[in-house]
């Protein structure tokens, strides 16, 4: 299935690598992989994913580098490309001001973690091997890795200045893998914005993974947001686990791509834990998204409340498999999935599938799924005021998607999001789409 990324393009691959724990850690990486059960549509999980999206031919591994922080502030941002240089597009600044951190703080590469942080490293990259079921690319993403970013905050540690994290991808018929991992010690607190884009020419296949091991007491707000070419395809792997009282707070903005999917697997492991997911995806020409969520209640006194919306003109397509799992033993767990979609015109595509596995007799569980189309006399009404069909879907989609705002509780997170949106729908009032 990964033909032709086999142990021997492996060892090609990681011969630039020198670190005695990566090494072995890349190795194991591949023989998961190879050892997983596939996906296919026989699967309740991908029945309607379009694999043959996903072709691997032709492609070879791509390593990226990071070129370290633009911004004035030390250990911030770090810009991985595989460019010779690369600067943070001013619409993707964050207004972070000039603050330091009360935390001892670890936020830099893999290789660079492997030297300072050995032992939490080793320990980090074998965790979710043993605590999340086997995904086939995330062992891919592992095993041909292109860079990795590690951050780690101490126990109590309180970081003042959000970190942030800029990809830039392009060129042909490359296959880019990239990590992140994420710790927060016990009453640990973070802000994380991993923004991952592609030139417009990019082609090719992206893989990457982003786990979070969140301790008791701790707390992570995280936004993620993928803007892809055309004709990149894309697979994204978020693994979170979460201990007592801990709290996640994600945020998601998904755009373009020739398959875009996202997977987010929450575990709760710990009473008291919480998270909150805002999702939005954004299509207005041949996007194919795959949303996969999973909300995985394995004690009780937890609560997940995750809402996913979208737009779809043109001819895209989205496919929503959302479960909420209670265990027999998570009593007074308290569970809510959404998914809404508003189709701006004919030829788009939906599924919405969302589901509960409930074990427990005393839980308050939730889930469902709406999808609307634009009626004639809406758009009527706007083009009677002469506004052109691009921007008036443009402010349809606006209106929707604002609701994931709403719910976004970090003023960090909430102003890069509607920053990184508003520039998103920007361009369909230059187009008649």
């Known amino acids: 299935m990964f033909a032709p990324f086999n142990a021997e393009a492996l060892a ?39 694999f043959r999206l996903l072709d691997f031919s032709g492609l070879s591994p791509e390593h990226l580098r990071i070129f370290g922080n633009d911004n004035g502030i030390s250990a911030t941002l770090q810009t991985i490309t595989s460019e010779n240089s690369a600067k943070l597009p001013e619409r993707l600044t964050l207004s972070t ?24 490293l080793a320990a980090s990259l074998d965790f979710f091997n043993s605590h999340f079921p086997p995904r086939r690319y995330a062992h891919l993403a592992h095993a041909f890795l292109s860079q990795g970013v590690y951050l780690h905050v101490c126990r109590n540690g309180s970081l003042e200045t959000p970190r942030q994290i800029f990809t830039l991808t392009g060129g042909n018929e490359r296959m880019t893998s990239l990590a992140g991992m994420v710790v927060l010690e016990d009453n640990a607190r973070a802000e ?42 894309s697979v994204m792997t978020l693994r979170a686990y979460l201990e007592k009282d801990s709290e996640l707070e994600l945020v998601t903005v ?12 929450l575990r709760f492991a710990g009473e008291g834990s919480k998270a909150t997911v805002s999702g ?49 033993d998570a009593q007074r767990s308290d569970a809510y999935q959404k998914n809404r979609n508003l189709v701006l015109n004919e030829g788009v595509s939906v599924n919405s599938s ?80």
């Open 12 to 50: 090609t691959s990681i011969r630039q690598a020198n670190s005695d724990i990566l090494t072995p850690w890349r190795k194991g990486s591949l023989a998961r992989a190879l050892a997983a059960p596939a996906p296919t549509n026989k699967d309740e999980d991908f029945k309607y994913v379009n």
């Open 97 to 120: 001001g000039d603050t330091r951190d009360n935390a001892n703080v670890f936020f830099g590469s893999f290789e660079n973690a492997a030297v300072m942080l050995p032992e939490e």
């Open 192 to 233: 994380l914005v991993w923004d991952a884009l592609a030139t417009v020419d990019a082609r090719g296949f992206q893989n990457g993974t982003l786990d979070i091991v969140l301790k008791p007491g701790s707390k992570l707000s995280l936004l993620l947001n993928q803007e892809y070419s055309e004709q990149l395809s």
């Open 254 to 265: 998904n755009s373009g791509g020739k398959l875009n999917q996202m997977e987010i697997d």
């Open 280 to 328: 939005v995806y954004v299509g207005h020409n041949a996007e194919n998204f795959n949303l996969l969520t999973y909300q995985d209640h394995r004690v009780g006194h937890c609560k997940s409340d995750l809402l996913y919306v979208g737009t779809l003109a043109g001819t895209s397509k989205s496919n929503y498999l959302g479960k909420i799992t209670i265990a027999p």
């Open 354 to 433: 969302p589901k509960l596995e409930i074990g427990a007799n005393d839980v308050r569980c939730s889930h469902g799924s709406t999808t609307a189309r634009v009626s004639d006399l809406e758009m009527f009404y706007l083009r009677s005021r002469g506004i052109d069909k691009g921007t008036v879907k443009m402010l349809l989609a606006d209106g929707f998607l604002r609701q994931a705002a709403e719910r976004v509780q970090s003023l960090t997170l909430k102003q890069a999001y509607e920053q990184r949106l508003n520039a998103l729908l920007s361009n369909w009032g230059k187009h008649d789409l």
